[in-house]
């Protein structure tokens, strides 16, 4: 994944085959709100806790 902007607050990565959060990822984006991971391949969502201002995580279709 590229470099995100520091300051995003929305972020939908739904429908990207992910297979994991990157904790490196997550720590960086201190500002995000809202993350839509919906439709992916995830089987746990480790790194999330680094998303300290998150108000809304979508994360169906997974295999959590």
Do not use: F
């Amino acid at each position: 994944m590229w470099p995100l902007p520091r300051t995003l607050e929305y972020l939908n990565y739904s429908r990207n085959c992910l297979k994991r959060l990157k904790p490196e990822v997550t720590a960086s984006l201190a500002k995000l709100t809202t993350l839509d991971v919906s439709s992916n391949g995830l089987e746990n969502l480790d790194g999330v806790e680094n998303l300290r201002c998150l108000s809304r995580l979508q994360a169906r279709n997974n295999q959590i």
